[in-house]
C-alpha cells in the first residue's frame, strides 16, 4: 500500500530551512563550535521557586487527573489579577479567560473554530510561520499584508481601510521577527476599522514582557470596544523562562473564547494540573525578576548592536523581543546566501528573513539568547565574512 500525506498536508509549501538545518546538524556532528543565534528559547532555567511550585504540586496525587478543559478557577483568577495589574483592563476570569497548552496551541486551533473554507484571512508578511498553515487547515485563504521598514513594520491603515470580505487579521506585536511593537494610534485605528468591517482581531502578545528602554508595549484589549471582536494570545514562554512547560492563555471576547474552548475539547484535556499550579506560583512572583530578564536581553541588545556597528553593519536596535532583524550586509545577495554563509565560514546559526515570508528577503534575523560571551565571540567570526 502506499501511503500519501493528506491534500491538506500537501498543499503546504516546501520546507525552507532544510538546506539550512542540515547543515547545521552537520556542522555540530562535525564537533564545530557552532553560536546558534536561530533559536527563539530562551538560555535561562526557569526560576528556582516555579520548580519548586512544581515539585509540590506533583506530589499531591489530586493533579494526577484529567485537567478540568477550562483550567484551574485558580489559574483564571490569577492571570485576570496579573492582566489587571499589567494593561489595566478587566477580564471575566470565566468567560474571557482560556488556559492554553502554549499559546502555539491555541493559535494553531482558533481558526478551526472561526474560519470557513474560503474565508479571507489577513496576515502580515513577514510573520511568525506557524499562522499560516493552521489558517490553510481551516480551508482559510490568505491574504499577505507586507511589514515595511518604512511604516515601522506596522501595516499601512490607509491599505487595511480599502480591504473588503476579510473576516480575521492575524497580529503580533511586539513582533516576531522584526522586533516591532505597536503603537496605541495604530491599535486605535485597527479597532475602529474591524469594528466596521467585522473583522475579527487576534493579537498574539507572546512577547509582552520583553521590551526595552521602559517602552511597555500595550494590549489591544485595552483600546474601547477592542473587547467587542479581539482575542489575544500569552504566554509564560517568553516572560518566566517556561518554553517546555507549555502553558499560556487566550482571553478577549468571550465568543471567540468560547470558539477555541469547543475546538480544544474535542482535541485535548487540558493542561498537567501540576503545571498549572507552577503556573500561578509564576504569575504571583515579584515583578522585579521579570525586570532583570529584560536588563539581561538589553545588555545583549546593546553589546551586539554596538559591536556590529564597529565592524560596520549598522542595525537599528529592536525596541521588543529578543530578536535583532537586520538587513543583510551589501556583499551577499539574498538572505538565503548570508545565512548559509555565516554557517560555513563562521559556524554562526542565523534565521533567513524569507522563511518568515517573501517580505523577509533581504533580512536576517538573529537571536540574543546567548550569554555576553558568546555575542563577543559572534560579532569577531561575524567580521570575517561581511
Ligand atoms: C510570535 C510568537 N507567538 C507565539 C509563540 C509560541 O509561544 P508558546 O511557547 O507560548 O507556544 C512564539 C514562539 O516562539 C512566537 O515567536
Known sequence: MSIEFSERLQQLPPYLFVEIDKAKRAAIAEGRDVINLGVGDPDQPTHPHIIEAMKKALDDGNNHHYAFDAGLPALRKEISAWFKNRFNVDLNSDNEIYPLIGSKEGLAHLPLGIINPKDKVLLTDPAYPAYRPTIQFAGGKIANIPLKASGDFLPDIKKLESVTGAKAIV???????????????????????????????????????????????????????????????????????????????ACGNPTLIAALAKVKTNYDSGIFQAIQVAAITALKTDPRIIEDMRTVYQERRDLFINGLRSIGWKITPPKATFYVWAKIP???????????????????????????????????????????????????RLKKVI
Open 171 to 249: 497580529i503580533n506585536y511586539p513582533n516576531n521577527p522584526t522586533a516591532a511593537t505597536a503603537t496605541k494610534e495604530f491599535y486605535t485605528d485597527l479597532v475602529r476599522i474591524c469594528r466596521e468591517k467585522n473583522i475579527i482581531i487576534i493579537s498574539d502578545m507572546a512577547y509582552s514582557e520583553v521590551y526595552f528602554d521602559g517602552q511597555k508595549p500595550i494590549s489591544i484589549l485595552e483600546i474601547e470596544g477592542a473587547k467587542d471582536i479581539a482575542i489575544e494570545f500569552h504566554s509564560f514562554s517568553k516572560t518566566y523562562y517556561m518554553t517546555g512547560w507549555r502553558i499560556g492563555w
Open 330 to 380: 551589501k556583499n551577499f545577495s539574498n538572505s538565503m546566501e548570508a545565512a548559509k554563509t555565516f554557517l560555513e565560514k563562521a559556524d554562526i546559526v542565523a534565521t533567513p528573513g524569507n522563511g518568515f515570508g517573501e517580505a523577509g528577503e533581504g533580512y536576517i534575523r538573529m537571536t540574543l539568547t546567548v550569554s555576553k560571551e558568546r555575542l563577543n565571540e559572534a560579532i569577531e
